[in-house]
């Protein structure tokens, strides 16, 4: 049965992946900054290396799946710090783990990123342009300069989805998928805190999808489990919206 590698894998959409990959017989290695298989922080360069070694001991360089869902949202204590985790805690993973899952089984990997990566004026930001350079220095420093955890937030989830969609002609010449799922609003302690936030807690609750709720977990969940099963045998290098309507409201025309 598959092993897969699930960072955030302690709350919210990575605790309810690990639940349904676990009943569906995978072998998950889950990590997050605590209550893991594996305790590790993927904020700094030093807590990603301990994580990806981890991993690499635990399936014996030898993996099936990948889910890089581990994410600040706009209450972290500081933009940096969305930066490291949002952007650097995905690409160092990624590239830490991708010899093992080219070893693997029909292999995949599947980041998390957001409806927020759409948000206008996310792309031209200078911190975007160092991330996708990995320059995490200069990344963090203009992202504490700028000081809006939303631009940082939307920022970071816009260059982590470019960097797996620039990844993707490589690594499917290689034999590994690799897709992003960008979720709407999800009913976890993430979105909670955001809509109990003084400065985001307004414009969050309005936020409301088409479909007129936020989605469960689980449904997020299940998209994942979906990109990563054999089902989406041909899906690569592709950004699925499971945002109950949110991205085709607000950019109809754009997709
Ligand atoms: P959550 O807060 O329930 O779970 C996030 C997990 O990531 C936590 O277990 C946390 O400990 C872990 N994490 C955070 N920083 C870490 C670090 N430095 N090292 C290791 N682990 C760390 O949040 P949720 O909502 O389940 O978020 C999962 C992903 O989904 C995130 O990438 C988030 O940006 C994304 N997302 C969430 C949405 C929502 O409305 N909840 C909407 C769109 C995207």
Known sequence: ???????????????????????????????????????????????????VASVLERCGGVLD????????????????????????????????????LQKGHKPAAVVVGSVASVQPGAHELP???????GDETRAIELAELQNEPHMAYAGSKYSVTCMARQKAPDWGKLGVRLNVVAPGA?????????????????STRRFVAPLGRGSEPTEVASVIAFLLSEQASFVHGSVLFADGGMDAMVRPNTF
């Open 65 to 100: 799946g990948l889910v890089c869902c581990a994410g600040v949202g706009v209450t972290a204590p500081r933009s940096g710090l969305i930066v490291a985790v949002n952007h650097f805690g995905v690409s160092e993973l990624l590239d830490g783990l991708f010899e093992a």
């Open 127 to 133: 911190m975007v342009k160092a991330m996708l350079s």
């Open 186 to 202: 999800v009913e976890t302690p993430l979105l909670q805190a955001s809509k109990a936030d003084p400065r985001y807690g307004e």
């Open 1 to 51: 049965m598959p092993v897969t590698a699930i960072t955030g894998s302690a709350s919210g959409i990575g605790a309810a992946l690990s639940e349904a990959l676990t009943s569906a017989g995978h072998t998950v290695i889950g990590i997050d900054r605590a209550n893991a298989e594996i305790n590790a922080d993927l904020a700094t360069p030093s807590g990603r290396q301990a994580a």
